[in-house]
């Protein structure tokens, strides 16, 4: 996702503003990147005080803290490149349930957590992330996912084979057991 693309999804008006994109384009063009660079942004507990960027660029990755608003001061960018043989990164994790996405994936600390749409975007920036660690170039899926019910919706449902019945629900296990009822 780039980086005017997050304009729009920023959980606080005051987040994103020209007045911090001023602060924080110089920052992105000292450090090597481009002036709307592929990033993650992790919004942390207060994103209208401060927050993350995490930007991928050809010798590392940048991470930039932002301060939203100093007191008498202003907005505030500082960040660091980090070299690609010492980012930390884990396991990007996909965990699929009643028809929903759930993906979980960490880098430099930050822990990235998503579902459906959100996994989706978080899935490519990991992508992006381990072949930039590998020295591949990064070429993004083509194909466009959707929740697997909607996906179903589209196509004409197959008919069924001869045979017994097929459960259409999985078996959910029990915590405690069934109460009985009242004789």
Avoid at 2 to 10: F, V
Avoid at 62 to 91: D, F, S, T, Y
Avoid at 111 to 117: F, I, M, N, P, W
Wanted: charged content about 25%; glycine content about 8%.
């Amino acid at each position: 996702m780039r980086l005017s693309e997050w304009r729009t999804r920023a959980p606080h008006k005051d987040s994103l503003t020209p007045k911090v994109l001023a602060v924080v384009e110089p920052v992105l063009s000292t450090m090597g990147a481009g002036p709307d660079p592929s990033c993650w942004i992790a919004w942390g507990d207060d994103p209208a005080v401060r927050y993350t960027i995490l930007v991928p660029t050809p010798p590392g990755l940048l991470v930039m803290h932002i301060r939203v608003n100093v007191p008498q001061e202003g907005p505030r960018a500082g960040g660091k490149l980090v070299r690609w043989p010492r980012v930390q990164i884990g396991e990007l994790a996909v965990e699929m349930a009643g028809g929903h996405r759930l993906l979980s994936f960490q880098v430099e600390s930050q822990v990235l957590r998503g579902t459906d749409a959100d996994a989706d975007v978080i899935a490519a920036f990991a992508l992006e992330l381990f072949a930039a660690i590998d020295g591949r170039p990064y070429t993004p899926p083509i194909t466009k996912r959707g929740r697997a019910g909607a996906a179903s919706k589209a196509k004409p449902p197959a008919k069924p084979k001869a045979g017994p019945p097929r459960r259409t629900q999985a078996a959910v296990p029990r915590l405690s057991p069934p109460r009985e009822s009242g004789r």
